[in-house]
């Protein structure tokens, strides 16, 4: 006897039948299907009448990018003033299903970071499998400064109090070293304005197992190729009346021109890219060799020595 539900799919062709009225035990054993094969077949049967909506759709997770740092890390109005923070344009080089939340804080170390609750508020943000990009170091050697200056001791403990903070929430943590300052010496050759502190994360990303994006290296090779004058064109140097914000002008060898935070947005993207986590790397562009690679020619500057301003650095 057949099953009620199954008549409407029984349909002869001629003597043929598609569907057999023959009970499965009274099969021969050599047209039977083994207990393995009949599972396969209904979770295959099972899959196919499964509603599309609710299989996962390859490609289109999103990844969602946390950034905390200073101002070369920071979102800027350009009406209010001349310069971009990498993180500014870190956005332009990801992937369409990225997004990239910026926290950084012009002014701000790893210390006033965590006194204003900053970093609080990126940890109540923060959800599982995002990924948190730290970058710290210019204010924090800021010796001269004590409201934000914090000791190399204090650097390397907030440094591993980040990374245990976003590891609790299933989170990654990406260490960066601070990006470099414009300021040659008489020679053309780059000063080193920030002493241990890179170092320091080094030793952090290692003991940690962290991953890490050497900024302060490549962007001070970036630096030393364009030379002295080339590398102008990073940085915020305008007249004066050129911009509200300055009527006397500005020399500024630390904040970045609109090209040059994409630059060194670049670089951080390239880093990661070449060395970076798989799954972070998925997030971000792999053509962003433009926005590094400004004039191979300007090399040639590197060697000649010129007196540049090196004016007032504003943080």
């Known amino acids: 006897m057949v099953h009620p ?29 083994s207990t393995a094969q009949r599972y396969a077949a209904l979770i295959y049967v099972l899959l196919l009448l499964m509603p599309l909506g609710s299989l996962p759709a390859h490609g289109t997770e999103q990844c969602v990018l946390r950034l905390a740092g200073d101002s070369t890390m920071q979102d800027v109005d350009p009406q209010k003033n001349p310069d971009f923070g990498w993180g500014q344009l870190l956005p332009e080089l990801a992937q369409p299903q990225t997004r990239v939340v910026n926290y950084a804080k012009g002014g701000r170390s790893s210390k006033t970071f965590l006194a204003e609750q900053r970093w609080q508020n990126l940890l109540d943000d923060t959800a599982a499998g995002d990924w948190v990009l730290i970058q710290f170091g210019h204010n924090d050697a800021s010796y001269n400064k004590p409201e934000r200056y914090t000791a ?57 197992q962290v991953p890490l994006i050497d900024l302060f290296a490549s962007s001070s090779k970036l630096l030393l190729q364009l030379g002295q004058l080339e590398s102008i064109k990073l940085y915020v140097h305008i007249g004066p009346g050129e911009h509200p914000c ?70």
């Not at 598609?18 to 050599?30: D, G, I, M």
């Not at 990006?179 to 994360?201: C, N, Q, T, W």
């Not at 060194?264 to 690679?293: E, F, H, K, Y």
Request: hydrophobic share 35%; aromatic share 6%.
């Open 152 to 208: 190399p001791v204090d650097y390397e403990a907030n440094l591993r109090r980040f990374v245990r903070d976003v590891r609790a929430r299933q989170a990654n943590p990406v260490l960066i070293t601070p990006v470099a300052r414009r300021h040659f010496d008489s020679e053309g050759k780059l000063r080193d304005m920030h002493g241990i502190y890179p170092s320091l994360v080094h030793r952090v990303s290692r003991e940690m």
């Open 5 to 33: 539900a199954t008549r409407p799919f029984m349909t002869k062709l001629g003597r043929t039948r598609l569907f057999s009225e023959t009970p499965y035990s009274a099969l021969p054993s050599t047209t039977r299907l």
């Open 246 to 315: 300055c009527p006397e002008g500005r020399m500024d060898n630390t904040h970045f021109t609109r090209s040059g935070a994409r630059a060194m947005a670049a670089l951080v993207v390239d880093d990661i890219q070449r060395n970076g986590p798989l799954a972070l790397a998925a997030c971000l562009r792999t053509d962003t060799s433009t926005g590094a690679r400004l004039d191979n020619k300007a090399a040639k500057s590197s060697s000649t020595n010129h007196t540049m301003a090196t004016g007032k650095d504003t943080e």
